[in-house]
């Protein structure tokens, strides 16, 4: 009886379980691959994109694929970082000591493009790594 | 027989809990592609609700009052919705402070912010702020706001406040059921303390850059910054089913908040995926330096 009862019972969990994984249909606001995004030295993106005019494929052409993040707005953002721009000398390197974050990928200088839905880069941002405050 | 019989009860009882999800799911689910689309329909009393509780709201209304002289001596408080949904209806809700005693409406302003009152006696009686709204559709935030900044700005001592407030009154709701509740218990202490905490603040639209300006010094926020900071720790879409952001994304990013470097008058400006015409009525935004703009 009491078997009968725990094969029910967990049977039904099953079942249960399997609708609370499946009932509720998500469709994401943004998509971001793949995980990690490519470097680059600083001087490829030199003129490497004109705004309004390259595509998608002139983008992979000149600096190689990289991180997306899809929007469900149609708007896509590419990320490149710098391979020799980042943070690691003088009271930049203690700063980062301090805070333990001296591997953080944000550390890095970056290169942002954003695609418009129509498939051509509408921006650009070219951000140095991260100054440090003035002292005093 | 005393052990089967409490491994049965173990199971009946993550039967119920996964019941009770199967049931909050079914409120919110959207219409399935190719049926009739129905017109909204108010519900005056949900079975469950997104709730917060009063008391806690309170606390924080009184943090507020505590440190608004150093950190946003000119600004005001308010409380906002946002959703979480695509189908949440954020048009016309409905707000009530709630006891056994107590039923008082809160006015929701057309942009869905909303003052508290004070009552001693839904103090009292521990009572709850309820929207005609069901569990998981919409997210709460502070709004703490200095008038006369410039358009597309923020300024960081108001977020501060922002954060301590909205953890104190526990309005976050971007965490998992049980196991985040311990999480959220760990690290609510001097947590909009730390360099840049996950508090997830909200633009208005879809955001391209971020930019700090204190005095001379600039700086342009990471990537990992914004768009609750994917780039960094994607998330799965089960993971945004449980993030404050699931259909905001795009809205989202994270501010130095114990950066003491940056002071309580730094603005942070904001620049958009989209621009918005001149013709609009509302100022370009700042360009950012290293930032090309069509």
Request: aromatic fraction near 0%; glycine fraction near 0%.
């Given at each position: 009886m009491t078997t009968a009862l725990h094969a029910t019972v967990s049977l039904l969990l099953i079942v249960f379980t399997a609708g609370c994984a499946t009932q509720r249909t998500i469709v994401p606001s943004a998509v971001v691959t793949p995980q990690r995004s490519a470097t680059v030295a600083i001087e490829r993106t030199k003129d490497a994109v004109v705004i309004g005019r390259s595509t998608k494929a002139d983008v992979r052409a000149r600096l190689g694929e990289t991180q997306v993040i899809r929007f469900d707005n149609g708007f896509e953002i590419w990320v490149y970082r710098f391979s020799n721009d980042r943070i690691g000398t003088g009271a930049a390197s203690r700063r980062d000591v301090r805070s333990g974050s001296e591997e953080r990928p944000d550390r890095h200088g970056e290169f942002v493009i954003l695609f418009a839905p129509s498939g051509l880069v509408a921006k650009t941002r070219t951000r140095p790594a991260p100054s440090l405050p003035p002292r005093g | 027989m005393t052990h089967a019989a409490a491994r049965v009860a173990i199971l009946l009882a993550l039967l119920l809990i996964c019941s009770r999800a199967f049931a909050a799911d079914r409120q919110e689910k959207p219409a399935a592609a190719g049926t009739t689309a129905l017109p909204p329909v108010e519900v005056s009393a949900l079975r469950d609700p997104v709730e917060k509780s009063y008391r806690k709201i309170v606390r924080g209304m009184d943090l507020f009052e505590e440190r608004r002289a150093r950190l946003a001596p000119g600004a005001s408080l308010r409380f906002k919705l946002l959703p979480?949904?695509?189908?949440?209806?954020?048009?016309g809700i409905a707000l009530n402070i709630v006891s056994d005693r107590v039923n008082i409406p809160v006015p929701v302003a057309a942009d869905n912010t909303f003052t508290m009152q004070r009552s001693a006696q839904a103090l009292k009686e521990d009572a709850f702020v309820v929207p005609n709204r069901g569990a998981r559709t919409m997210t709460w935030r502070t709004e703490i706001r200095t008038p006369g900044l410039p358009p597309n700005t923020r300024r960081l001592g108001d977020l501060r406040l922002e954060c301590l407030v909205g953890m104190e009154a526990d309005l976050?709701?971007?965490?998992?059921?049980f196991l985040g509740q311990i999480i959220r218990s760990i690290r609510a202490p001097g947590y909009c303390d730390q360099r840049e905490p996950h508090y997830l603040f909200f633009a208005e639209r879809p955001l391209w850059s971020v930019t700090l300006v204190a005095g001379s010094r600039r700086e342009v926020l990471s990537v990992d910054s914004l768009y609750a900071g994917i780039t960094r720790d994607p998330m799965t879409p089960t993971d945004l089913q449980y993030c404050d952001c699931e259909v905001l994304l795009d809205r989202t990013y994270y501010a130095p908040l114990g950066d003491p470097s940056w002071p309580n008058d730094t603005l942070i400006h904001f620049e958009y995926m989209e621009d918005v015409p001149a013709s609009g009525g509302t100022d370009a935004p700042v360009a950012a330096p290293g930032v090309q703009s069509r």
């Open positions: - | 979480r949904h695509r189908d949440t209806n954020m048009q976050i709701s971007n965490v998992r059921d």
